[in-house]
């Protein structure tokens, strides 16, 4: 069936170092691709999305490419900030379906 | 602009208990919606989703169950909970087959 693989966490990083978090998904057809954010406490907030291969989603310095050689949509950001700790969780909607699965979450956490 | 309610924030209630977790969306029609369950530290579980009003579509086999007695409203309930239930308990939205939206979610904890 179709899944989505994420790289565990933690990950901590300094502020202003250079982010990477990987994905890697299994499934038939033309998913779309999505980034969540989770803040503790809080329900989990679209960051970006790609809709077919090639694409590239961005949003607040953040950004994944959909990737569908290397069936991937890592996340990148050039330069975190403390306020960028949370947990990221990339998910998939397959074709013809209306379920989107996720990952299991990376938690990062950025230091002052 | 569209936005999703979940009631309450924070529930704790002894084993055996019954449940309702009731969630609205404001600001749209006919959304697909979505039940999940976070347990600390894990990801997400897709408990059920509906595409209409009386569709309900379970994933996993417990002793939950959700209807859709109106189309904005989504209720999830247990006649009676066991400590396994505990969790963050999120309820989403959609459109067609475009990005979900979350809402606050709900702690539950079984004691």
């Known amino acids: 069936g179709d899944s989505v693989t994420q790289m565990e966490g933690p990950v901590t990083l300094s502020e202003e170092a250079f982010l990477t978090i990987n994905c890697t998904y299994t499934a038939t057809g033309y998913p779309s691709l999505f980034w969540y954010v989770q803040y503790p406490g809080e329900g989990l907030q679209l960051l970006l999305k790609a809709t077919k291969a090639d694409d590239k989603g961005s949003n607040k310095g953040f950004e994944a490419t959909y990737r569908k050689e290397t069936t991937s949509f890592h996340l990148e950001k050039g330069s975190v900030q403390v306020s960028d700790s949370a947990v990221y969780f990339c998910?998939?909607?397959?074709?013809?379906?209306?379920?989107?699965?996720f990952g299991t979450g990376t938690r990062l956490k950025v230091l002052a | 602009s569209q936005t999703i309610h979940q009631w309450p924030a924070t529930l704790v209630q002894p084993v055996g208990s019954p449940l309702s977790l009731e969630c609205t969306v404001e600001?749209?029609?006919?959304?697909?919606l979505y039940w999940y369950r976070q347990a600390a530290g894990r990801g997400l579980q897709l408990l059920f989703y509906s595409v209409g009003i009386g569709q309900i579509s379970s994933e996993v086999p417990q002793n939950l169950s959700a209807s859709r007695p109106q189309d904005r409203q989504f209720i999830l309930s247990s006649k009676k909970l066991l400590l396994s239930d505990s969790g963050f308990y999120l309820c989403?939205?959609?459109?067609?087959?475009?990005?979900?939206?979350f809402g606050p979610g709900t702690r539950l904890t079984v004691l």
């Open positions: 989403a939205w959609s459109v067609f087959r475009d990005t979900q939206y």
């Open positions: 600001g749209t029609s006919n959304p697909n």
């Open positions: 998910a998939l909607l397959t074709s013809g379906t209306y379920k989107y699965i």
